[in-house]
């Protein structure tokens, strides 16, 4: 008996579809699938799958996905390989989106911010339409779950990708699920709120619900520049001043919480609970979908907080506590054994579960991705090395939520 049981009184479900792990975004690019291995392994090495019921995904459509994209980026998106991607390019149906400018990298962009190139943000791969339409339809079949009252929870820690826009893919994300999740939720919910601990900023939708007043978005990230290059933190949007457009009864229903390089545990849990109370007492929302990208850990390749995996959970176990149908969606996240880590833990939260720190190695394929100095010691909740400085003043940040008000 391994202890883990089933939440009363509420019903979490969990949607998937193993063949996202096998896919290639390139040798050397940060996002890894491979992460939803090892987050699986550790799933089902404690036994969450007793706790909750467990639903392969179908690949979305390419109607669902129109409901928030330009159908020839779809069209574009379903038909694109490696092989065929020079040829739609010369499809005129195609060729008039226009490449964006060449990054300072200068990388070949084609249409639509896409790319053979491996230095490239959005690179088309092998199967990355296969990808792109399951992580899709696993999205949408969580929310399918929330909507029709089948669920309370609803988890997919393959999706969260949210730079993607209307018809063009940014940042690591072709298909903005999130927005698609949404906006189904819209059908039969007056408010959504939309929580974004992603270490960057969750612009595509913010963007995408720049009008509705039905939807909040709020992201937590980091902004500024690199010490060492002085280039803007990716994508270098959601300054505090960013709320939005006010309506014409001035209420605005963007907010963004801009966070210095290092913030630690207390400090995050301050921000956290400050302004998404307030949102949550403002905005009243029907239902809640948070994005809980993992790469706003420390140690993270690309983010710089340093956050442990605990306070990292608390943000799920505070959203958890307000009781409305709740979306648990993945995102970011590029040191990948810190990744599964925190959705396994954030799994045991949804299903009211408490996991042990000694991670039950002898039920891992491949535990030696969890042990060893510099692999987290066999343990669930390894103290991060605090390997950024801490710009952020406590004062700063009183000062910062002070200023979110509205
Ligand atoms: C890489 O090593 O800041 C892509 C991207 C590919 C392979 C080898 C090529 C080497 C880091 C990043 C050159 C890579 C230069 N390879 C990439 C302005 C940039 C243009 C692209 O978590 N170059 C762009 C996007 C961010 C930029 C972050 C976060 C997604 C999410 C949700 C998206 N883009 C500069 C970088 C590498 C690469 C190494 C990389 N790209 C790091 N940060 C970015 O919010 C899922
Ligand atoms: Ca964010
Ligand atoms: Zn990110």
Redesign the pocket.
């Known amino acids: 008996d391994n202890g883990i049981a089933r939440p009363k009184g509420y019903k979490v479900s969990y949607h998937y579809n193993s063949t996202v792990e096998d896919m290639h ?7 890894k699938p491979w992460r939803l291995t090892l987050a699986k392994h550790l799933i089902l090495g404690y036994g969450l799958q007793y706790a909750m019921d467990t639903h392969e995904a179908l690949p979305a459509s390419k109607e669902q996905v129109c409901a928030f994209h330009d159908p020839d980026y779809v069209d574009f998106l379903s038909e694109v390989a490696p092989e065929t991607f020079d040829r739609l390019c010369q499809n005129p149906k195609f060729a008039k989106a226009v490449p964006p400018p060449h ?3 200068s ?1 070949y962009l084609g249409p639509y911010n896409l790319s053979t ?5 959005c ?1 088309v791969f092998a199967d990355m339409s296969t990808y792109l339409f399951l992580y899709t339809g696993a999205t949408l079949a969580a929310s399918h779950q929330l909507t029709t009252g089948q669920s309370d929870i609803a988890v997919n820690w393959s999706g ?4 993607a826009h209307k018809s063009e893919a ?4 072709y298909i903005n699920d999130i927005v698609l999740s949404i906006l189904e939720m819209l059908k039969v919910w007056p408010r959504v709120l939309y929580i974004d601990i ?5 612009d595509g939708v913010e963007e995408a619900f720049q009008r509705q007043p039905r939807v909040m978005t709020l992201s937590f990230h980091r902004f500024g520049t690199y010490d060492d290059t002085g ?5 270098g949007t959601g300054d505090i001043t960013d709320i939005g457009l006010r309506s014409t009864h001035g209420e605005h229903f963007a907010l963004n919480v801009p966070i210095s390089s290092g913030i630690d545990d207390r400090q995050y849990n301050y921000l956290f609970t400050s302004v998404v109370g307030q949102a949550v007492k403002a905005f009243n929302p029907s239902a809640i979908v948070l994005q809980c ?1 993992a ?1 706003s850990l420390g140690g993270d ?3 710089q907080f340093n956050i442990n995996i605990k306070q990292h959970g608390e943000c799920v176990r505070f959203v958890k506590s307000l009781n409305v149908p709740l979306l648990l969606l ?5 040191t990948a054994r810190n990744v599964a880590r925190a959705w396994c833990h954030e799994t045991a939260l949804a299903t009211d579960n408490e996991l042990p720190d000694a991670i039950p190695l002898d039920f891992i394929p491949r535990p030696e991705a969890f042990q060893g100095r510099g692999h987290g010691d066999g343990k669930l909740f390894p103290a991060f090395v605090r390997s950024h400085p801490n710009y952020c003043s406590n004062s700063d940040l009183e000062n910062m939520v002070k200023k979110i008000d509205w």
């Open positions: 975004f390139g040798r050397t690019h940060p996002m990054d300072a990298d990388v190139s491996p230095g490239a943000d690179p969260g990708l949210h730079h940014s940042g690591f994300c992603d270490v960057h900023h969750g280039h803007k933190f990716f994508p990208g790469d390749r690309l983010g993945g995102g970011g996240g590029y």
